[in-house]
């Protein structure tokens, strides 16, 4: 099971920010931000669950982007993502 620390935090293209993208085995992932705008910025991370690569609303976890999360809330919604069917 991947989890934060399996991240690779790249700098996002708004230009002070992070941002890691990760794919799972079951056509999911999840894309996990942190610039001047995301939800928690600047101590806290923003996360959208990705489905073949593009931003899905349509899970029974989120229906939008999940805002002010801790690294262990971030593996927590990892976890729920890699065991979407």
Do not use: C, R
Request: glycine share 8%.
């Amino acid at each position: 099971m991947k989890k934060f620390k399996d991240l690779d935090f790249k700098p996002h293209t708004i230009g002070n920010g992070v941002q890691a993208i990760i794919k799972f085995n079951n056509k999911y992932g999840v894309s996990v931000v942190k610039f001047n705008g995301s939800y928690g910025y600047p101590s806290l991370w923003e996360l959208a669950v990705l489905y073949e690569e593009n931003i899905t609303y349509s899970t029974d976890i989120t229906d939008d982007v999940i805002g002010w999360l801790s690294d262990e809330d971030v593996s927590e919604v990892m976890a729920k993502v890699q065991k979407l069917k």
